[in-house]
């Protein structure tokens, strides 16, 4: 969890190939803005609502072929966002959520080829 915390402008444009609905705003940094990105796969469409400085991060899939809602996750306590994988047909992005306590939970989230998320909780050895 070396860096920044979060991914910035560039990074999220990479990353998800578009706009952010609405925009981003100029001469503010991304993690104070609320944004919401619209993209689909094969299977799925997807919409990520982030509003970083609040730690918040929500994701909606819904199978395209019957509409059906495959999974809301909203979190509210995310410590950091990283971009593990931005390559033509392949995009994942690593979730930390930091309880406070002794163990950390990370969220793995594969949009392309197909998607997968995984949830994982870590003893934090202190």
Known sequence: MR???????????SFFEKM??????KDMPVEYQDLTFRFENQEERFVV???LAMQEF????VRKKTEAVLGIYDF????????????????????IIDHHD???TTIEITFLPSFCLMVKEHFSGE
């Open 3 to 13: 860096g920044k915390r979060f991914p910035d402008k560039t990074d999220w444009l």
């Open 20 to 25: 952010p609905h609405g925009g981003f705003e």
């Open 49 to 51: 609502s982030m509003s």
């Open 58 to 61: 929500t994701l909606k899939v």
């Open 76 to 95: 509210k306590t995310v410590q950091h966002v990283e971009i593990k994988k931005d390559r033509k047909g392949e995009k994942e992005l690593l979730l």
């Open 102 to 104: 002794r163990f950390i």
